[in-house]
């Protein structure tokens, strides 16, 4: 019996000295990749931190739902209208806005009328109070405080912009216009969704609400920045509309 267990002690001990002398080489072989003859090392690239914080807020905004619902809905509902105007839209209604006369009034206040609706949807106004309890991630990342600002109203242009676009190219077939009409459907929109990202930026950076403990209430719940957002921009498009309509 002795004789059996020294046998295996020395088979042991063997094994353990064949390892030990070949280890290197097998764990070299193990966790190492072998490279084709074809391999040719790339370019790398690194994201700007400016990129990096705007795919971050892109991916919060997609994310929460709420957030996204409130930004999103008015511009979406432009975008039916839009497309209602040019398949469904009853000559009737044409021919009782000429019967009116106001078909040209109405065609001079569109861009307003879009811009209205453009000043509903901001994403800044509450994308700050959004970082509730992690604000203190943002403060430490080592970037100026202009750089996230900017990456969060890039954020709102992306959500308004290409559906505003496309909104505006429907409403152009379904309503004529003029070449001066039609330049100022596109600007006039366009320098408001502008307008009201940054507006809405300044008055969270002013407003801002860090103890929400439901999304809701950054976003919708008494909000003080969405709510002075909101109102802002619907006097300063809603007035030129006024104007427009009762002083031709």
């Given at each position: 019996m002795a004789y059996l267990y020294l046998v295996h002690f020395l088979i042991?001990?063997?094994?353990?000295?064949?390892?030990?002398?070949?280890?290197?080489?097998?764990?070299?072989?193990?966790f190492s990749h072998h490279a084709g003859k074809n391999f040719h090392l790339g370019e790398l690239t690194v994201s700007s931190p400016f990129m990096a914080l705007y795919k971050r807020?892109?991916?919060?905004?997609?994310?929460?739902?709420?957030y996204a619902l409130n930004s999103c809905i008015v511009i979406i509902l432009l975008l039916v209208i839009s497309i209602m105007s040019v398949?469904?839209?009853p000559d009737v209604i044409m021919e009782q806005l000429e019967a009116l006369g106001i078909m040209s009034v109405f065609e001079t206040v569109i861009p307003l009328v879009v811009s209205v609706l453009v000043c509903i949807c901001c994403t800044t106004s509450a994308s700050l109070s959004l970082e509730g309890k992690s604000r203190w991630i943002m403060c430490s990342v080592p970037v100026k405080t202009i750089t996230i600002f900017k990456a969060k109203i890039?954020?709102?242009?992306?959500?308004?912009l290409p559906i505003l676009w496309i909104s505006l190219i429907l409403l152009r077939f379904a309503f004529?216009?003029?070449?001066?009409?039609?330049?100022?459907?596109?600007?006039?929109p366009t320098i408001y969704a502008l307008f009201i990202s940054i507006i809405g930026m300044l008055l969270n950076v002013k407003y801002p609400r860090y103890d929400w403990t439901s999304e809701y209430y950054a976003v919708?719940?008494?909000?003080?920045?969405?709510?002075?957002?909101?109102?802002?921009?619907?006097?300063?498009?809603?007035?030129?509309?006024?104007?427009?309509?009762f002083f031709p």
């Open positions: 042991l001990l063997a094994f353990v000295a064949v390892v030990s002398y070949f280890y290197k080489q097998l764990n070299t072989r193990a807020e892109l991916a919060r905004f997609f994310s929460c739902t709420i398949f469904y839209l890039l954020v709102n242009l992306t959500v308004i004529p216009q003029t070449t001066i009409q039609t330049v100022f459907l596109f600007i006039t919708k719940g008494g909000a003080v920045s969405v709510l002075a957002t909101v109102g802002v921009g619907l006097v300063l498009s809603a007035v030129p509309v006024y104007l427009c309509y």
